[in-house]
T-cell receptor
Framework: GQNIDQPTEMTATEGAIVQINCTYQTSGFNGLFWYQQHAGEAPTFLSYNVLDGLEEKGRFSSFLSRSKGYSYLLLKELQMKDSASYLCAVREGDYKLSFGAGTTVTVRA | IAGITQAPTSQILAAGRRMTLRCTQDMRHNAMYWYRQDLGLGLRLIHYSNTAGTTGKGEVPDGYSVSRANTDDFPLTLASAVPSQTSVYFC??????????????FGAGSRLTVL
């Protein structure tokens, strides 16, 4: 089994930066994912880390430290459309993906 | 447009009734999954299938059954619905044969209310 912890809510101003932390405990780590989910919609893939370090993709970056069981998702130059839930998910083995409860980010003008 | 189709979108069901949520994908992905999403609990895996003809139990399988007769379809059945099964159900698929991330693609969800 896995424990995946992330903050419940975060609020930030348009144009700012927000960092969403995720900590996990797993016996067979095989990758960490971040998904974005707008209210009433399906989750969509944002990023994937399997090795330590930073992965950058436009305004979004994701970091992983396997030894610390820690990841963060960094959202830069926040826009109103970034208001959503961000889900941290850990893969154990080849296919099983377990999700955290999600962090709801509210972007204010 | 390639993707996953779930039906129904929304359903209100009396307790004790049988219900099947349908899921079809046209991406030829070999793996399929059913998750339920509840407020404060996030997405929890109910059942999965790595390939046609095989299925496995996830984190919360009790009260649910699945079948995988072919690559494209992965129905989820509630044999006798109970109010605690009120939730939003997401079907997902992934291509296990590909290397790398094995990213999940989700359907739009089915909102089920059991009274």
């Amino acid at each position: 089994g896995q424990n995946i912890d992330q903050p419940t809510e975060m609020t930030a101003t348009e144009g700012a930066i927000v960092q969403i932390n995720c900590t996990y405990q797993t016996s067979g780590f095989n990758g960490l994912f971040w998904y974005q989910q707008h209210a009433g919609e399906a989750p969509t893939f944002l990023s994937y880390n399997v090795l330590d370090g930073l992965e950058e993709k436009g305004r979004f970056s994701s970091f992983l430290s396997r030894s610390k069981g820690y990841s963060y998702l960094l959202l830069k130059e926040l826009q109103m459309k970034d208001s959503a839930s961000y889900l941290c998910a850990v893969r154990e083995g080849d296919y099983k993906l377990s999700f955290g409860a999600g962090t709801t980010v509210t972007v204010r003008a | 447009i390639a993707g996953i189709t779930q039906a129904p979108t929304s359903q209100i069901l009396a307790a004790g009734r049988r219900m099947t949520l349908r899921c079809t994908q046209d991406m030829r992905h070999n793996a399929m999954y059913w998750y339920r999403q509840d407020l404060g609990l996030g997405l929890r895996l109910i059942h999965y299938s790595n390939t046609a003809g095989t299925t496995g139990k996830g984190e919360v399988p009790d009260g649910y059954s699945v079948s995988r007769a072919n690559t494209d379809d992965f129905p989820l059945t509630l044999a006798s619905a109970v109010p605690s099964q009120t939730s939003v159900y997401f079907c997902a698929s992934s291509d296990l044969a590909g290397s790398g991330a094995n990213v999940l693609t989700f359907g739009a969800g089915s909102r089920l209310t059991v009274l």
